[in-house]
Nanobody
């Protein structure tokens, strides 16, 4: 069955870095658009970054552009989110997600276009 397992979260000071990892299994990673979302307390889940299945084109939410980098390793079924120059506003639970449709990225910013999610990993940035 499809599984997504995140790791790498933690507590970091503002300006620091973290690298999140998402281990994927049960499907062919190279056929799917993959994304990272985050959800802060009392807030809706929001798109952070996504990456295409083929040419590794990356998409980012405006507030993380230039600070976060999404990447994938299809051979090892991994998706990563490198987060640099972290800010307190980045504090949230971060989720890895798989788009519902293979070889498609239709409305990729919307959470309801993803049908598989990891359990989430907490990222806390102190000021």
């Amino acid at each position: 069955q499809v599984q997504l397992v995140e790791s790498g979260g933690g507590l970091v000071q503002a300006g620091g870095s973290l690298r999140l990892s998402c281990a994927a299994s049960g499907f062919t990673l190279s056929s799917y658009f993959m994304a990272w979302f985050r959800q802060a307390p009392g807030m809706e889940r929001e798109f952070v970054a996504g990456i295409t299945w083929s040419d590794d084109t990356a998409k980012y939410e405006d507030s993380v552009k230039g600070r976060f980098t999404i990447s994938r390793d299809n051979a090892n079924n991994m998706v990563y989110l490198q987060m640099n120059r972290l800010k307190p506003d980045d504090t949230a639970v971060y989720y890895c997600a798989r788009h519902f449709s293979a070889l498609d990225s239709y409305l990729y910013r919307l959470p309801d276009k993803y049908n598989y999610w990891g359990q989430g990993t907490q990222v806390t940035v102190s000021s």
